[in-house]
């Protein structure tokens, strides 16, 4: 399979697709896929420039909007993770993935999908300390703390990347793993990036939490940007496995923000992107971890009573497979949720969205949208279009329409006052309570279904672990 690896786009999508073009036309090739490594900035309109953390003259338009709006079409099938320059209103529409325009799909918080044999897994955000243990809090309209912090890598989508078993071929992230420069050419890198030396002489360049899923899944390729350098390392396992790590730099002229790679794959498959049964497995499994809170929150552990280890048994993921009806092919079902921008259109506040491909997603699979339910804590009313005239130019290319999704909306009822004023006030303490809520729950053919949307308190479990508040 050709894959066009893709640094930070900084929302030059149409330069990034005329330049593969135009490489496809010299070397008389066709690229099967692009991958994007983070700062996609799928901004749609104006006031998704208002929830992208850049300086004032960094918040352009740029060319997202065109295939957004329908305008241009991608033209080869593009993934991509999130980075730390996003539209992260609209990310935060899809937690778990999907289609931000047609041929082009977002891999959620973190993500592992499937295309024609390649197993591609992935990261979005950056590593800070800070926030790092911290649940899903954010809420649009963002302040300039949450703007940044929505970004933030949290520990719940390592720890569920952790459960993964079997061979990865492809891993990306947005920014490094930490000591990733010491299985390359560290000289060469401090000569093109002196301000590095720091960093580097300290052991503070990169992501820690992104070096831990390095050495536990030992990826056959990952892909990095975030550094706007071009660098590569070869990174031997214990197992005597190889890493290959090459992290590209911006999209600009006379910058290497491009390459191309050829990995092997099933020719006898289509281009189409699957979910992966195990990582689906794996979200349901713990979704009762998922927390909203601006506190910190720990994952389980040995030594405790409940369960760790979600790596997911034969029988799990058979029950996956059913409530999926044996279809694990991610549906065609984009579809707008805000304007497409007019430069003539007034700035309006953003207010918080959600998407039918998400509430059709977290149905199927009976889990939690980080949206809804920071919704329900502050008994907030959450928008959703039902404005038919957004999508009607891709009535005839989707699987599912807009129409069809948004027929089958059914939202809880916001939690009265008394109930959101608790959840509000422990939101401004220091720590998780020690008592845990009990979540309703049946077995399903030997699963645990959890039923109830309130996530768990989790207590304080591992704490050693997550000492470290490095920025």
């Given amino acids: 399979m050709k894959i066009a690896i893709v640094g930070c786009a900084h929302g030059e999508l149409e330069n990034i697709y005329d330049t593969l073009q135009a490489y496809e036309k010299t070397e008389n090739i066709k690229v099967d896929l692009m991958i994007c490594c983070g700062d996609f900035q799928a901004s749609r309109n104006k006031e998704d420039l208002q929830c992208m953390a850049v300086p004032p003259k960094y918040a352009q338009i740029c060319t997202f909007y065109k295939y957004y709006s329908g305008e241009l079409k991608a033209p080869v099938l593009t993934i991509f993770i999130g980075g730390n320059h996003e539209a992260s209103n609209y990310l935060q529409e899809l937690p778990y993935g999907g289609w931000v325009a047609p041929n082009i799909f977002y891999m959620g918080y973190a993500g592992v999908i499937n295309i024609a044999g390649l197993r591609i897994a992935g990261l979005s955000g950056i590593y800070k300390g800070r926030d790092y243990m911290k649940g899903h809090f954010e809420k649009v309209p963002y302040d300039e703390n949450s703007k940044r912090s929505v970004y933030h890598v949290r520990n719940l989508e390592v720890f569920r990347l952790k459960q993964l078993s079997g061979k990865i071929d492809v891993f990306l992230s947005h920014d490094w793993p930490s000591d990733i420069y010491n299985f390359g050419n560290v000289r060469q890198l401090l000569k093109k990036k002196p301000y590095f030396r720091e960093d580097v002489e300290s052991n503070q360049l990169g992501s820690q939490p992104s070096k831990e899923l390095l050495h536990a899944l030992k990826p056959a390729y990952w892909f990095a940007a975030h550094l706007h350098c071009k660098f590569a390392a070869l990174i031997k396992h214990e197992d005597k496995s190889i890493t290959r790590f090459l992290g590209l730099d911006k999209c600009l002229p006379k910058r ?196 109830s949307p309130v996530p768990k308190k989790l207590k304080r479990r591992n704490q050693e672990l997550y000492k470290n508040s490095s920025d």
Wanted: charged residues 25%; aromatic residues 6%.
């Fill in 256 to 451: 290497k923000f491009m390459q191309m790679v050829d990995i092997p794959h099933d020719e006898s498959s289509e281009m189409k992107i699957s979910y992966d049964l195990e990582w689906l497995t794996i979200l349901f499994l713990t979704n009762h971890l998922l927390s909203v809170k601006n506190v910190q929150t720990y994952m389980p552990g040995s030594g405790g009573q409940e369960r760790y280890d979600f790596t997911p048994s034969l029988e799990e993921k058979n029950h996956i497979r059913e409530r999926f009806n044996y279809d694990l092919t991610v549906p065609n079902n984009f579809c707008r949720t805000s304007a497409v921008y007019n430069k003539d259109a007034q700035k309006v506040k953003p207010q918080a969205q959600l998407n039918p491909q998400t509430i059709d997603f977290c149905e199927k699979l009976a889990l939690d949208d980080p949206v809804v339910l920071v919704a329900e804590n502050m008994n907030i009313k959450l928008n959703i279009s039902t404005d038919q005239s957004l999508n009607d130019s891709f009535m005839d290319t989707t699987d599912n329409s807009c129409e069809n999704s948004l027929g089958k909306i059914s939202l809880p009822e916001p939690k009265g006052n008394n109930e959101s004023s608790s959840e509000e006030d422990e939101s401004e303490s220091s720590s998780t309570s020690e008592e845990e809520d009990t979540n309703v729950a049946a077995k399903e053919g030997g699963v645990l279904i959890t039923e």
